[in-house]
């Protein structure tokens, strides 16, 4: 099975600090930039394996609620975690029965032209109470277009309250910083194949993927929106950073 890579350590980072100096005739300015660039591959941080878990419930939906529990995507400290993904408001799939494990990734599908706000959260295999874990890289691929313009196509993922993000360099995704939420969203179409091992992963396939570092953590919250066409798009996620693959 290909495993996720060992992967990016955010809490040691390296800081760099750029100083420039401005004179006019009788002033000099001195500013100084720091900037914080964590490493993009690390060991030590949680592994979510989706290529080893099983899918014990699958029955989210707009209609009932429901959910999708991902069975020992992580051992904590010898004990066993279960991810559930629940619903936050609305949620609407085109093919619910898309909604599965795919190879070495969990997939979700969004109906075209609507968002869904999705709760992720880490439980006690045995006892269902909810348990922090992390730091851990959560990443999302295959992130595109579909066959028409990125405006009105296109596929995007809006997150919060993470460490870091990572992105290849040239990646075909446009970041956008926003009263705290960060949106990355597929800048054209990808010609490459859905994913299905993170260990075979093409260069066309890693340009449309992106990284996010999480601090230690019980849940996290996502939305996935869905462009025009193709009655729904479906997302691709796993547990292994984009810098290591």
Wanted: glycine share 10%; net charge negative.
């Amino acid at each position: 099975k290909g495993k996720p890579d060992k992967a990016g350590k955010p809490d040691k980072a390296t800081t760099t600090t750029t100083t420039t100096t401005t004179t006019t005739s009788t002033t000099s300015t001195t500013t100084s930039t720091t900037t914080t660039i964590f490493n993009s591959c690390d060991p030590d941080l949680t592994l979510l394996d989706f290529s080893g878990c099983s899918l014990l419930e699958n029955n989210l939906s707009d209609t009932f609620g429901g959910m999708m529990r991902f069975g020992s995507i992580a051992n904590v400290h010898g004990v066993n975690v279960d991810m559930i993904v629940s619903g936050i408001g609305e949620y609407e799939a085109f093919n619910q029965t898309r909604n599965s494990i795919y190879g070495d990734f969990g997939v979700l599908n969004v109906r075209e032209t609507t968002e869904g706000r999705l709760a992720f959260t880490f439980v006690d295999a045995e006892t269902n109470r909810p348990i922090e874990i992390g730091p851990f890289y959560f990443s999302f691929f295959d992130l595109d277009s579909g066959d028409i313009s990125a405006q009105l196509g296109g596929e995007s993922v809006t997150v919060n309250s993470f460490r870091s993000f990572h992105l290849k360099d040239g990646a075909n995704i446009h970041v956008n910083q926003e009263h705290g939420f960060t949106t990355f969203a597929a800048e054209k179409k990808s010609p490459a194949k859905h994913p299905t091992k993170l260990m075979k992963l093409t260069e066309e396939q890693l340009l449309s993927a992106v990284t996010v570092v999480y601090p230690k953590t019980s849940d996290f919250t996502v939305s996935l929106s869905a462009g025009q066409g193709m009655g729904g798009r479906n997302f691709f996620f796993a547990g292994a950073s984009v810098g290591c693959l």
